[in-house]
Every structure is written in C-alpha cells, then in structure tokens.
C-alpha cells in the first residue's frame, strides 16, 4: 500500500503547479485522498481532500478559489492544482489516504484522520 506525489518544483508568484498523488498497491476507490502542506517550524496543515467514491471535495477556506482537488479513478490518482501561487504557500505537499470517506464541513482536516502517507514533494513559490 503506497502513495506517492509528484508535480512539485519551483514556480514565481502568480504562477500554478499541479501536484498528482497516485497509488499503487491498492485501489483508491473506498478511500478518502487528502493533500497537506508543511513549511518549515510550522504544524503540517491539511489543504484538501476528495472522496473517491463519489468526489466529495473539501478545500480548506484561505485557499478556495486558487486550490482545486480532482481525481481519476481510473487511474487511481488524485491531483491539485494550484493556482495563483505565493510565497506562503512554499513547503513540502503530502498525499495521505484512509479507508473510508471523510467529509469536512469546517476547517478540521487533521494528519491522525489518514493512515498512508506520501514522501512528500517540494513546492517553492519565489517572489
């Protein structure tokens, strides 16, 4: 069971990054995919999550309108797309999974809900 990003890199301001989270080993389909973010001396924070059963989608509220979830069953991967970037959105974006569908109705997207993890991959916006 293994998830794993791709997509980060180095982007000026205002520029986008789409950064995909694909599985291998397992199916996604029963599972909830969440994207997090940390920079360093901060908490890691989550930014995203889908359902993959039926695309429930949740963005945390300081990023809708620059930060889209989607996914592909098919291809068993989830994507972000960022656009608009800022400095402040620099750190390193994890993909986390769980067996089970979460839905968020509020900013309350936590690490302990997700059970695989990603390595993570480095997004650096420059000013």
């Known amino acids: 069971v293994q998830v794993e990003e791709s997509g980060g890199g180095l982007v000026q301001a205002g520029g986008s990054l789409r950064l995909s989270c694909a599985a291998s080993?397992?199916?996604?389909?029963?599972?909830?995919v969440g994207w997090f973010r940390q920079s360093p001396g901060k908490e890691r924070e989550g930014v995203s999550a889908?359902?993959?059963?039926?695309?429930?989608?949740y963005v945390h509220s300081s990023l809708k309108g620059r930060f889209t979830i989607s996914k592909d069953n098919a291809k068993n991967t989830v994507y972000l797309q960022m656009n608009s970037l800022k400095p402040e959105d620099t750190g390193v974006y994890y993909c986390?999974?769980?067996?089970?569908?979460?839905?968020?109705?509020?900013?309350?997207?936590?690490?302990?809900?997700?059970?695989?993890w990603g390595q993570g991959t480095q997004v650096t916006v420059s000013s």
């Open positions: 080993g397992f199916t996604l389909d029963d599972f909830t």
């Open positions: 986390a999974a769980v067996d089970w569908s979460l839905r968020y109705y509020s900013d309350s997207m936590y690490p302990s809900d997700y059970r695989h």
């Open positions: 889908i359902v993959m059963k039926d695309g429930g989608a």
